[in-house]
């Protein structure tokens, strides 16, 4: 009889490594614990993380949630190895949609599933998510790491995770919008999370390696279409704060013209002058690579403003002065009018 049959099957055997899993929650703990916020009441390792609204100085508390992944900029992570910036994306991609109800996020879980763990890979992803958590205000309270083998190829992995925010009753948004509101533009970092599918197939078109020098700067390709999603809650919420933000609108998957017009109320759209701010470098390669037309390039990408600040114009110049102050480059982009949808003025530039 052999040592297996003798000894018994083991998990391990299988596939799946108990102590690799507990050797990755020791490493993440020191990252988890650089999230603590007011209301965290528990670290790491429960069966069930707890959080107090009314230590967080919530009164009359209204809980958001929202939740997202990284979609297919996971597979230039993976196949370049630059995995550090996927965490912030998953943060920024909930955190920035509950801003968008007037919501402050109180915490947030990820899920990361693999075939085979990677400690230092999946620690890198998971130190990013503390990074942006950190950066939102956000308490990385818990989370799941799955070990399954034969669901995924080698060295191949998934990410998704939410977050939970909380405002005071009565205080949502979308609030008041009406025609004449300012569009106020908040710039992003390049193409965030959205489009990757089609980015991909771009670059295949091209010829150029992930490795090759990017076109349009920041070194290597890879490397620059890396750039992490912008996180804009801490300016956000200091505008909504301030007086006069009468809607938020993220700009991730539908661009600009399939995004803004969800928290226009019926009866209202937009006009945006193309003109007001300059299309960033990118864009401007994917377009041509890919002899993108115009309305193509508006409702796939986010073309250069990751978020939209609907505003009573009296309020316009103050909340522009108080987002520059806080890190944000702003732009006037257009206004609420009466219609539909988003009409466009000019070209891309």
């Known amino acids: 009889m052999s040592d297996a049959r003798k000894n018994g099957m083991t998990y391990a055997e299988a596939g799946v490594d108990i102590d690799a899993g507990n050797a990755l ?48 900029k996971l597979r230039i992570a993976i196949d370049t190895g630059h995995v550090d910036g996927v965490g912030i994306d998953l943060v920024a991609m909930c955190v920035n949609d509950l801003v968008c109800q007037g919501a402050e996020p109180l915490f947030f879980l990820d899920y990361f599933a693999t075939g085979k763990l990677d400690i230092d890979s999946a620690a890198r992803v998971i130190e990013g998510i503390a990074t942006g958590c950190a950066e939102s205000g956000c308490a990385l309270i818990g989370g799941e790491t799955a070990e399954m083998p034969g669901m995924y190829p080698a060295g191949d992995f ?26 106020l533009g908040l710039t992003s970092n390049g193409v965030h999370s959205n489009g990757y599918s089609l980015v991909r197939r771009l670059v295949e078109t091209s010829g150029l390696g992930w490795e090759a020098d990017s076109p349009f700067g920041g070194g290597s390709l890879g490397a620059a279409l890396l750039a992490p999603t912008r996180l804009y809650v801490r300016p956000v919420l200091k505008a909504v704060k301030a007086g006069g933000v009468h809607a938020l609108a993220h700009i991730t998957g539908g661009g600009l013209t399939e995004n803004l017009p969800r928290v226009l109320p019926e009866g209202l759209g937009a006009r945006i002058d193309l003109a007001s701010w300059e299309l960033p470098p990118v864009f401007r390669w994917l377009a041509e690579t890919g002899g993108m037309a115009q309305a193509e390039l508006l409702k796939t990408f986010n073309c250069g403003i990751g978020m939209i600040v609907v505003c009573a114009p009296d309020r316009a110049d103050a909340l522009t002065a108080l987002l520059t102050e806080a890190g944000e480059t702003v732009c006037r982009i257009g206004e609420v009018e009466a219609g539909t949808g988003v009409r466009y003025d000019g070209q891309v530039a």
Do not use: H, N, W
Request: hydrophobic residues 50%; proline residues 5%; without cysteine.
């Open 158 to 183: 998934d990410l998704a995770g939410f977050a939970v925010g909380a405002m005071e009753r009565g205080s949502e948004l979308p609030a008041g919008v009406a025609a004449g509101d300012v569009l």
């Open 25 to 72: 929650v020791d490493r993440i703990k020191p990252a988890a614990a650089r999230t603590q916020r007011p209301g965290t009441m528990s670290g790491l390792g429960g069966f069930g993380a707890l959080f107090d609204l009314k230590a967080a100085g919530f009164a009359d508390p209204v809980l958001v949630a929202a939740t997202d992944g990284v979609g297919t």
